[in-house]
């Protein structure tokens, strides 16, 4: 019977987590984005009509001008000063000591997640932590070592899947999975319990 009960309370843990951690992310991005735009609300407040809004509505104007704010410069990336003035922006840094990484870092995994195209070619199995023993893998690029194709391989965790290893391996050495990066992630997501 407890077997039955923490089965029940991981397998509910597992649906909420997602959700949460999606509201969560989505919460502390509506939190920034106000924020960034707190500034321009008195300015606009002393708008007749808008002075008499509760503070609630003031939130959701901050918000609403950071839409409009994010929108424009969408608009100004899309036309030539524009890109020239966030090249600029991005040389400069660029060329700052610290920011420079955490810059570039940023930047990548963003353009990652924006990509219509998954980072991730394919699944395979790999012999892991030994021979016998299968672990998922994602495919993210191949080269040539010593005339011998390799992948290059992301191995993720349980329950975790935006964690885990980086390896390369001979190409002979990993089966592919029979299934898309949605169905691995799910498997290695939920530990095997859902596919």
Known sequence: MFRSFKKKVIMGMIILAPIAVTLYVFAFM??????????????????????????????????????????????AASNIFGRTVLLFAEKVFLKAPVINRIYVIIKQIVHAMASKQSAFRKVVRIDYPRKGVKTLAFVTG??????????????????????????MIPVDEAEDAGFGTEVAVKIIASGGMIR
């Open 30 to 75: 509506i939190k920034v984005i106000a924020g960034l735009t707190a500034p321009v609300v008195p300015v606009l407040l002393k708008v007749p009509f808008l002075e008499r809004w509760p503070s609630g509505a003031t939130y959701a104007l901050s918000f609403l001008t950071a839409i409009i704010l994010l929108w424009l410069l969408g608009t």
């Open 142 to 167: 191949e080269t040539v070592i010593g005339g011998v194709r390799h992948y290059s391989l992301f191995v993720p965790t349980t329950p975790n899947p935006t964690s885990g290893f980086f390896c």
